[in-house]
């Protein structure tokens, strides 16, 4: 059974930082790319950042690149999100998921979903 456990979300300060994890099991690290998404009040959820099976493929949405840095372990099957100058408008409640379809323009989770972690970007 694939499961996703994110964590590492909080409360921080405009320019501040926080680096979210996301366990994964039940499946090895070249099975799957994986992915980060958000889904900020009133508003869809959006794929933020994804990276390749092959850990060398990213993906960034716009208005997180040269801010945000994914990266993911193969030996611990964990990914990591390292957020960097986090604005108010970063404020959502973040998911990872593996990535059905992956692209440099876009990024689409799924089958399997870990559940949310906050993030709240104080002004």
């Known amino acids: 059974e694939v499961q996703l456990q994110a964590s590492g979300g909080g409360l921080v300060q405009a320019g501040g930082s926080l680096r979210l994890s996301c366990a994964g099991s039940?499946?090895?690290?070249?099975?799957?790319?994986m992915g980060w998404f958000r889904q900020a009040p009133g508003k869809e959820r959006e794929g933020i950042s994804c990276?390749?099976?092959?850990?060398?493929?990213?993906y960034y949405r716009d208005s997180i690149k040269g801010r945000f840095i994914i990266s993911r372990d193969d030996a611990s099957n964990t990914m990591y999100l390292q957020m960097n100058n986090l604005k108010p408008g970063d404020t959502a409640v973040y998911y990872c998921?593996?990535?059905?379809?992956?692209?440099?323009?876009?990024?689409?989770?799924?089958?399997?979903w870990g559940q949310g972690t906050q993030v709240t970007v104080s002004s």
């Open positions: 039940g499946f090895t690290s070249d099975e799957y790319a």
């Open positions: 998921a593996t990535v059905a379809a992956f692209s440099q323009a876009t990024c689409i989770g799924g089958p399997f």
């Open positions: 990276i390749a099976r092959d850990n060398v493929d990213t």
